[in-house]
């Protein structure tokens, strides 16, 4: 297992803890993340489990594949250039001690 931490809207922070392989929209679901709603179920289409990477360990997140970044550009409410669609971001050892910022509105 691998923790990773998210900070909500009103900057609660909730130290998770997430199977290595699942995508980490799954723990922050499971785990009742506040806006992680996650409607289309990870195939990156709605940016409800849209975060902004706050913080992570140097090459543990690849970059985004050109479908995450389009769904991020035209759905995300305020994308920045740390946004990242946690649907998309699949967990590894690596990932241990990132933090992520869960989007606000839609």
Request: glycine share 16%; charged share 15%; proline share 0%.
């Given at each position: 297992m691998v923790q990773v931490t998210f900070i909500e809207a009103d900057g609660t922070r909730r130290a998770i803890e997430a199977k290595v392989g699942e995508p980490l929209m799954y723990p922050a679901r499971n785990?009742?993340?506040?806006?992680?709603?996650?409607?289309?179920?990870?195939?990156?289409m709605c940016a409800t489990c849209h975060c902004?990477?706050?913080?992570?360990p140097e090459g543990a997140l690849p970059p985004p594949k050109p479908d995450e970044?389009?769904?991020?550009?035209?759905?995300a409410h305020e994308p920045q250039d740390n946004s990242r669609l946690t649907c998309q971001i699949i967990v590894t050892e690596a990932l241990e001690g990132a933090v992520f910022q869960v989007a606000t509105g839609r």
């Open positions: 785990a009742g993340v506040k806006g992680i709603v996650a409607e289309c179920g990870g195939s990156a902004y990477v706050v913080s992570a970044a389009d769904t991020v550009e035209f759905n």
